[in-house]
């Protein structure tokens, strides 16, 4: 079975820290995914990359910043962490087949609560 | 922009009822994805559709194509339905290359009653 880990279930910052959510799988996987889910607005892409190295900008990008220096794992960084980034973020991955037809595989999830 | 309109949002069902939820694509589009989200817990994918009818177990997932439009069933619905369940569609970029990038609708409360 396909893993995604997320390296926190819950995490409490204050205003203005730099914050780390790290996201590993261990599938091979070429695509990795960033979303935040809020109430009412459903999941909305952050980021997402392709390829070691690789990123594009999703949906709201605006605040985030990623990294991936390895295949299996894929970096959110919150530069300077503010109030409205208080969310759950999910990571996912899935293969790269040259198509849509690539099913996302989900991480559990980081509830942030930024103070 | 592609979008993806989900419904109803909220739905509340005895259990053993059959149940139905709707969702609607824009053009650009050209996969579905139906997720299960069960409370605090994280995303598990239900089926990917890029036409025709897809079943597992009770839940049975259908795609048309030409009115962009899928539809996720449950037969003989239990509590343990109860969940999130999200569609997602699978955006296709300049090239036909999509990455896999998904585009979400809102989710739909599925609440089954013993």
């Known amino acids: 079975d396909v893993k995604v880990t997320q390296s926190s279930r819950y995490l409490v910052k204050r205003t203005g820290e730099k914050v780390f959510l790290e996201c590993v799988q261990d599938?091979?996987?070429?695509?990795m995914f960033w979303y935040r889910q809020d109430p009412g607005l459903g999941l909305r892409l952050i980021y997402f990359s392709y390829d070691v190295k690789m990123k594009e900008k999703g949906d709201i990008p605006e605040g985030y910043s990623v990294s991936r220096e390895k295949k299996e794992r894929f970096s959110l960084i919150l530069e300077s962490a503010s109030t409205n980034q208080t969310s759950m973020y999910l990571c996912?991955?899935?293969?790269?087949?040259?198509?849509?037809?690539?099913?996302?595989?989900f991480g559990p999830g980081t509830r942030l609560t930024v103070l | 922009k592609n979008e993806v309109e989900q419904s109803p949002q909220n739905l509340t069902a005895q259990e053993g009822e059959f149940i139905t939820i709707n969702c609607s694509y824009s053009v650009g589009i050209s996969a579905l994805h139906w997720l299960q989200q069960h409370p605090g817990g994280g995303i598990v994918s239900l089926f990917m559709l890029s036409s025709g009818k897809k079943k597992h177990g009770r839940l049975i997932a259908t795609i048309n194509i030409q009115e962009k439009h899928s539809s996720l069933h449950i037969t003989a619905s239990h509590p343990r339905d109860s969940a999130v369940y999200i569609c997602?569609?699978?955006?296709?970029?300049?090239?036909?290359?999509?990455?896999?990038?998904?585009?979400f609708g809102q989710g739909t409360i599925l609440t089954v009653h013993p």
């Open positions: 996912a991955s899935s293969l790269w087949r040259g198509s849509s037809y690539n099913e996302q595989f």
């Open positions: 599938m091979d996987h070429e695509n």
């Open positions: 997602a569609g699978a955006t296709t970029l300049g090239g036909g290359t999509s990455y896999g990038k998904l585009t």
